[in-house]
């Protein structure tokens, strides 16, 4: 809505001035060495961070923002010169647009789990989806799987590593000796689930076909393939 975005443009505006304060107070004699030396760290921070962002050939995705987030940690520093030379109301009230734009942006960025200014809880707040494809897995005497990198990270964590589940590529591993595990595991099994495309499901299908999966199955969302392996290390990681 228009009042947000105004409240938004109006935050970073202030907030930019507010920093942009400390390198014209510099110089000035009638603030404390210590007040100045804290602005010029901060402004200095801020700006080798969005320097560096602007040419590192590293971000590329909307989670590559996470990349400037010294901005934010440095952001307290740039503005004690300003602030030694306001009362603290006068800065609260100049701050009060950064403020609300940064609470109003991360509320929202909790969708799906908002609604509105309502939480939204669903199955996913109370790992139930998990807890029943973790004893469907263990039933089937699945010893390891694998699924796509965020889905991964969560099952492995609620599931308490029983069966351990890695990244489809191997670039992705946070713990390399779940990867031996998994190539050495006779029963494996490959999770799919819609809230995370970036693994087509067509071509988990084809894959699947391929190295002769011995059941699919649906449970609480998930789709898995389970793959019985005729020797250990045998390929059964989609590309």
């Known amino acids: 809505p228009l009042a947000v975005r105004v409240v938004q443009w109006g935050g970073a505006g202030l907030v930019l ?128 799987a694998a699924g796509q990198y965020w889905l991964a990270y969560r099952a492995a964590f609620l599931l308490e590593e029983r069966p351990i589940v890695v990244p489809f590529a191997a670039d992705e591993d946070r713990y390399p000796p779940w990867r031996e595990r998994f190539r050495s595991a006779r029963v494996v099994a490959w999770l799919y689930h819609p809230d995370y495309p970036q693994a087509p499901l067509e071509a988990l299908e084809q894959e699947a076909a391929a190295a002769g999966v011995v059941e699919r199955f649906e449970e609480s969302g998930f789709t898995v393939f389970v793959v019985r392996r005729a020797a250990a290390g045998a390929r059964v990681v989609p590309d």
């Open 17 to 144: 001035c507010l920093a942009g304060g400390a390198l014209l107070l510099a110089r000035s004699p009638r603030l404390a060495w210590a007040a100045r030396r804290a602005g010029l760290f901060g402004v200095t921070v801020m700006a080798t961070s969005v320097g560096a962002y602007l040419v590192s050939r590293q971000p590329e995705d909307l989670w590559s923002m996470r990349y400037v987030a010294p901005v934010v940690w440095a952001l307290p520093f740039a503005l004690v010169p300003v602030a030694a030379t306001l009362r603290a109301q006068g800065l609260a009230v100049l701050l009060a647009p950064y403020v609300v734009s940064g609470a109003l942006a991360g509320w929202v960025s909790l969708h799906p789990f908002v609604d509105g200014p309502l939480p939204r809880v669903d199955q996913r707040h109370l790992h139930e989806d998990v807890d029943r494809l973790g004893q469907a897995l263990r039933t089937r005497g699945v010893e390891a």
